[in-house]
């Protein structure tokens, strides 16, 4: 059973400039949740999708943005890139929002803003 | 959010009991107490989670207090594998959460 599946693993990318990241929840689950997470940082959270809409959302500009498909797949988007972006993004599935299940994580995309 | 607090670092010696302590003192009556492990380059790993009666699973048991302002993460014996950081989590039961990790424990296993 597959778990949580985030593309890329590795991303470099220009100040200024915008990027995707993708997740796939781990079969079952239809509750994903992005995190950022510095080095040697706790992973903070960004905000939280469930059927297809915004949920809860973290202390995060605008510039943060998200989708989540009928899949229950989603991607993060960041615009107008920061050096203070740079960081691992986690994606976290689980199982029915409201409901208190274990997140399942994906290994996250390491963004690094040159 | 209700916020939790963990030391910054503790140390263990293989194949010996490991306690990792939280202290959650704001926690309500619907909060969950959660407990991750991060490993070097990799997302957290769920470990175990509880109400108010102590649990038990294959990689953990949770200790927690009668007034659940504490609890207790204990790894009955260490070995070099568990070297990692600790996160105490606590998530409502009702409603979309926003769960708030702190700096976790980072837990040193000595040969």
Not at chain 1, 54 to 79: A, C, I, K
Not at chain 1, 84 to 101: E, I, R
Not at chain 2, 91 to 96: A, F, I, K, L, V
Request: aromatic share 10%; proline share 5%; glycine share 8%.
């Amino acid at each position: 059973d597959a778990g949580v599946t985030q593309s890329p693993t590795h991303l470099i990318k220009t100040r200024g400039q915008q990027v995707t990241l993708r997740c796939s929840p781990k079969s079952g689950h239809d509750t994903v949740s992005w995190y950022q997470q510095a080095l040697g940082q706790g992973p903070q959270f960004i905000f939280q999708y469930y059927e297809e809409e915004e949920r809860q959302r973290g202390n995060f500009p605008d510039r943060f943005s998200g989708h989540q498909f009928p899949n229950y797949s989603s991607e993060l988007n960041v615009n107008a890139l920061l050096l203070g972006d740079s960081a691992l993004y986690l994606c976290a599935s689980s199982l029915t929002a409201g409901q208190n299940y274990g997140y399942t994580f994906g290994s996250g995309t390491r963004l690094t803003v040159v | 959010d209700a916020k939790t607090t963990q030391p910054n670092s503790m140390e263990s010696n293989e194949e010996e009991p490991v306690h990792l302590p939280c202290n959650h003192s704001t926690i309500s009556g619907t909060d969950y107490i959660h407990w991750y492990r991060q490993l070097p380059s990799q997302g957290p790993e769920y470990v175990i989670h509880g109400l108010t009666s102590n649990v038990n699973n294959r990689m953990a048991s949770l200790a927690i207090a009668e007034d659940r302002k504490s609890s207790t993460l204990i790894l009955h014996r260490a070995t070099l594998r568990d070297a990692a950081v600790y996160y105490c989590i606590l998530r409502d039961s009702g409603g979309y959460q926003k769960v708030t990790f702190g700096i976790g424990t980072k837990l040193q296993v000595i040969p």
